[in-house]
């Protein structure tokens, strides 16, 4: 069973960036889909982006398209999340998770995936 821990978060002023790196320990995340979701204070658990198995397909959630990206590293069995021209809406907790499926394309829905972080937590100060 893979084991995903966040790491990279912290508190940034509004258009700033942060890179958020999500690292898998027993197993390789090379045979899984991967998504980071993000949960504001008393608010509903919500997709940010995700990338498929090989890296082919990835999908954003609208409000974070041309300022996010995910990318693997397989070398290192790590998925990052680019965030740059951060607002105080993207303030949050961060969680990375897993699926194991090889597909074209990757899930938006939170119950499609197997394997959750923990969290990192984001805070975006205007």
């Known amino acids: 069973q893979v084991q995903l821990v966040e790491s990279g978060g912290g508190l940034v002023q509004a258009g700033g960036s942060l890179r958020l790196s999500c690292t898998a320990s027993g197993g390789t995340l090379n045979v899984y889909g991967m998504g980071w979701f993000r949960q504001a204070p008393g608010k509903e658990r919500e997709f940010v982006a995700c990338?498929?198995?090989?890296?082919?397909?990835?999908s954003y959630e609208d409000s974070v398209k041309d300022r996010f990206t995910i990318s693997r590293d397989y070398a290192k069995n790590t998925v990052n999340l680019q965030m740059n021209s951060l607002k105080p809406e993207d303030t949050g907790v961060y969680y990375c998770a897993a699926y194991r499926l090889y597909n074209s394309m990757c899930y938006r829905a939170i119950g499609e995936y197997d394997y959750w972080g923990q969290g990192t937590q984001v805070t975006v100060s205007s």
């Open positions: 990338t498929n198995w090989n890296g082919a397909s990835t």
